[in-house]
């Protein structure tokens, strides 16, 4: 198995590099390397070769800014750019070697193992496992205070860079690897700072919300290990919800274990697991009914209970005080989670009585779950632009549905820039006043004879069953979020299975993480005037409901929070 070198257009039109090792026969199944931070693939060339698995296909991509990729070194937009990348790594893989995700395995080293848990957690694919070592879910940083410095600095002066104190000798036991390292003309030592800091915000996210991941999972930790916490990654594991999981430490290793004196050990205990999970059935993964017992129904339940006075206090400014903003003004009258409501967030212009209830304003629409809000639209954007091009090309009448569109300002809008594919459509809502605001919006926008409205139920299968004629694009957005069981979500969808032609597809959104979750259900309301408790759903769940309705899933936008996914389905034959 001698490795080949080769390239893959990533999300943003970024070609990427990655090697391969492939066995002589066509593999069914594969092997995924994600390198730690300062490394590159080439790194991987004697795990491979001690591994010996003669008929499975490994890859091992080259990071933005690493290797032979391009980018500065160390250097991304975000590190939710570089996850955006790791998912369409694996998907180039399985398109162009024909292995499916449930015969993948990844392993994955420090930085890199971070990398791919955010890609497991926010993008759900179905691995057959996951090898985590020595993931860097808490950098030791050793300088008081280092990460609120960080971010001082770059408000005050922009992107930067910092220089990594780790020394070859803090990686290893073994000299002549050490040598190697410092001598490796690839291998750099500063990272950009944006990235540090995402690498903390991300890890704090992975590690609070590891119970969302449900995939057999190896963590490997190293006993000497100067360069991260090794608690941290035990709490990582401890919460996990995965039905296989194996917390293995290497007593006396340092961070490098892929490169340590005594490395024979590790190669035995990853590839008995790989071989293990090979061997093993495929995990049938099938969270349709999460609602009724697991992670998020425990948390949702923790919600209803009372909770700290301090969250009352708040609730009284925002009654008071907060009355003077418009937009905390319209939650309180129409719910916070309203379409009203959205489309005053989607606006973005602080509005209130006086200076300071401008200033309250801004500060409300600044939140971060508002913030996750606007990138959603953007989002939704994308993928509606991208579904209408691709129905037309495919020389099919665009007849959008949108089962619950609010305002409908985003859909309109995405309407109006791709005139050129003809689009129609139905917006759907069970409120009057959203559909005289869509309304609104289309005769702005010049939209009348290309649309029309009907007050509707959202959740009524016959109904949706039975649309004429039958749409080519359906549009569910921040609907299926506002309802914690899944019965009613399930009946939706299925009515949508049978009004869409075969081929056609579905835009979904999903809220798997919200950081402030426990604010919002102790303080705000929703549009029924109770208090907004959501039960959040993973995407793994997400995808299970929207798989068993007859779609696969072809692709997913997330913000840079892990709080918003927009993702885009095709009906599948009957």
């Not at 990348?85 to 694996?90: E, G, K, S, Y």
Request: aromatic share 8%; proline share 5%.
């Amino acid at each position: 198995m001698n490795s080949t070198e080769h390239r893959f257009t990533t999300w943003d039109g970024t070609e990427l590099f990655y090697r391969a090792w492939l066995p002589p026969q066509q593999a069914r199944r594969a092997l995924l390397l994600f390198h730690r931070g300062h490394e590159h693939s080439a790194r991987w060339e004697e795990t491979v070769r001690a591994l010996a698995l003669d008929d499975v296909a490994v890859f091992a991509w080259d990071q933005r800014g690493h290797g032979q990729s391009p980018g500065p070194r160390g250097h991304a937009p975000n590190l939710a750019a570089v996850i955006r990348d790791a998912d369409c790594f694996a998907r180039h893989v399985a398109e162009t070697h024909g292995i499916a995700s449930e015969d993948t395995i990844v392993l994955a080293h420090s930085v890199g193992a971070v990398v791919a848990t955010a890609w497991v957690h926010d993008y759900a694919p179905r691995l057959r496992a996951l090898i985590l070592g020595t993931p860097a879910f808490r950098v030791r940083l050793y300088v008081p205070f280092a990460i609120p410095a960080l971010r001082l600095k770059e408000k005050l002066f922009g992107p930067g860079e910092v220089k990594s104190y780790v020394k070859a000798k803090m990686l290893t036991h073994d000299p002549e690897q050490a040598a190697a390292y410092a001598a490796d003309p690839q291998i750099f030592r500063q990272i950009a700072v944006n990235v540090l800091l995402d690498l903390f915000d991300t890890s704090q996210r992975l590690v609070a919300d590891a119970g969302a991941i449900v995939v057999p999972t190896l963590v490997i930790s190293a006993g000497a290990d100067w360069v991260v916490n090794n608690a941290t990654q035990r709490l990582f594991f401890e919460r996990l919800s995965s039905p296989v999981k194996r917390f293995e430490e290497l007593p006396g290793f340092h961070h490098a274990i892929f490169h340590e004196k005594e490395r024979a050990r590790l190669f035995q205990l990853v590839g008995d697991f790989i071989r293990e999970r090979f061997t093993a059935p495929a995990p049938q993964r099938s969270l349709v009914q999460a609602d009724e017992q697991g992670y998020t129904r425990q948390e949702y339940d923790r919600l209803q209970q009372p909770g700290s006075p301090a969250f009352g206090l708040v609730r009284a400014s925002m009654k008071t005080l907060g009355q003077l903003s418009e937009g905390i003004q319209l939650g309180w009258k129409a719910g916070f989670d309203a379409g009203v409501t959205l489309d005053y967030v989607y606006e973005n212009r602080a509005r209130g009585r006086t200076p300071l209830g401008r200033m309250i304003d801004r500060n409300y629409l600044d939140s971060i779950g508002w913030r996750g809000i606007r990138q959603r639209r953007v989002h939704l954007q994308q993928l509606l632009a991208q579904a209408l091009r691709q129905i037309a090309a495919a020389g099919r009448p665009v007849r959008l549905v949108d089962i619950a569109c609010g305002g409908g300002r985003y859909v309109l809008e995405t309407m109006a820039a791709e005139r050129a594919t003809q689009p129609t459509a139905l917006l759907r809502d069970y409120k009057p006043e959203n559909l005289e605001v869509a309304r609104g919006h289309a005769q702005r926008l010049g939209l009348n004879e290309a649309t029309t409205f009907a007050q509707a139920d959202a959740f009524d299968r016959a109904g949706l069953a039975a649309l004429t004629p039958r749409p080519t694009i359906a549009i569910v957005s921040g609907l299926y979020e506002l309802f914690p069981q899944n019965a009613a979500v399930r009946t939706s969808l299925a009515g949508l299975a049978e009004a869409l032609e075969p081929g056609g597809l579905l835009l979904y959104t999903n809220q798997p993480w919200h950081p402030q979750v426990e604010f919002i259900a102790r303080v705000l309301t929703n549009r029924e005037g109770q208090p907004w408790i959501m039960r959040r759903r993973t995407q793994a769940e997400m995808d299970d409901l929207v798989a068993e309705a007859g779609f696969a899933k072809e692709a997913q936008l997330i913000d840079e929070w892990g709080i918003f996914t927009v993702s885009l389905a095709r009906r599948v034959q009957a």
